[in-house]
């Protein structure tokens, strides 16, 4: 089993920055994708960002050049750090952690963040 604890997330004015982490315990397998989903009221479930454990990442498209997703695979934690927040940026944030195909894929609790305009 895997366990994701997040923090960091909170509100925040439009324009400026959050700092999210998300650290697995566990059993954890390798290789392995960390990433950063997020779901807004009434809508589905998006790829904010992912980065293997050999580095390589990807980010969606609302998101790029604005967040950069980056992991410490010592301590099995991704930090997304968010700048130029906007306020279709709000939503709740959820760490995943997952295989390279497919497989099992586990999840974190959620953290909200708002961004106020």
């Known amino acids: 089993q895997v366990h994701l604890v997040e923090s960091g997330g909170g509100l925040v004015q439009a324009g400026g920055s959050l700092r999210l982490s998300c650290t697995a315990s566990g059993t954890i397998f390798s290789p392995n994708v960390m990433g950063w989903y997020r779901q807004a009221p009434e809508k589905q479930r998006e790829l904010v960002a992912s980065?293997?454990?050999?580095?390589?990442?990807n980010y969606g498209e609302s998101v790029k050049g604005r967040f950069t997703i980056s992991r410490d695979n010592a301590k099995n934690t991704v930090y997304l750090q968010m700048n130029s927040l906007k306020p279709e940026d709000t939503a709740v944030y959820y760490c995943?952690?997952?295989?390279?195909?497919?497989?099992?894929?586990?999840w974190g609790q959620g953290t909200q963040v708002t961004v106020s305009s």
């Open positions: 995943n952690l997952g295989p390279l195909g497919p497989g099992v894929n586990y």
């Open positions: 980065i293997t454990n050999g580095g390589r990442i």
